[in-house]
C-alpha cells in the first residue's frame, strides 16, 4: 500500500485541497483509496460526503477519532489528511503513518517563517533522521509575475528538501471542493493548466525518488 500524507503545521495552507486532490487522482486511476481524515475539523470527510455516486469510490476514515481502523485491506493508496499545528509527540506519531510527505506553503511571510520551523521540526526527528519517511515541498496558492511568488519559489529552493511543484491560485479548486469533485476531474477547458501544474508532483510521488530509502 502507497502512503502519501499531506501536512505542514501552518493552518490554511491547503492540506486538505491537496489532499482530496490526490485522492481523485488515484481513484481515477482504478486504485482502490482510501482517505483517513485526521483533522477533527473534518473537510476531507465533508468533501466525501458531497461527493457524486457516479464517481470513483473513495474510502472515508475518521481517523481523528478511530486512527486506522476500518482500512480495508486490499487498499492501494492511503491519502492522510493532517491536521494544522502538528507538534512533538503528535508530530512523530502521524509521520510513522506515512512513506511520503506533502509539504504545502503559501507565498507569504507569515506561512515561508511557519513552514521553516516546522520543516526545521520535521528534521529533527528519528524518522527523518532514519530515512523512514521522504518529504516534498509544494507552493500553494501562487500567482505569476509577483515578487511574493518569486521569494517563494527561492525559498522552497533553498530547502534541502524536494521542491516538487507549485500549484496556482485559481476558484477551481473552491469549486471542485464544492461538488465533492476533484481537479482531476474538473472539465479540461477549465483545469488543463492546473494539470500541468500538478505534473510534476504526480511524477515525483509516482516515483521511486518519493520513497523512503531508509
Ligand atoms: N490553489 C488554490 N487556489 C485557490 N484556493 C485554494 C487553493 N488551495 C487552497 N485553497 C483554498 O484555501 C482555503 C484553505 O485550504 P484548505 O482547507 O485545503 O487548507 P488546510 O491546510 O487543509 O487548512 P486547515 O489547516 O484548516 O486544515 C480553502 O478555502 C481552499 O479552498
Ligand atoms: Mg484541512
Redesign the pocket.
Known sequence: MRTIMVM?AK????????ATSLATYYANEDMSVALADY?P?C?SLDWLAVRPADRPAIDGLPAFRSGLRGLKRDTDVLII?A??RVHDSELKELLKRAETVLV?VLPSPIDMRAAAHFINEVQATSQYENKEVRLGLVG??VKGNTNIADELEEFLRKIRMPYVGS?????N??RA?ARGLGIFEMPPYLAYQDWEMWDPVMKWLNSVRSLPQG
Open positions: 505542514n493552518g490554511g495552507c491547503g492540506k486538505s485541497t491537496i483533522d475539523q473537510s489528511d491536521p494544522a504545502p500553494n496558492r500549484l496556482r491560485e485559481t476558484q479548486y473552491n471542493q
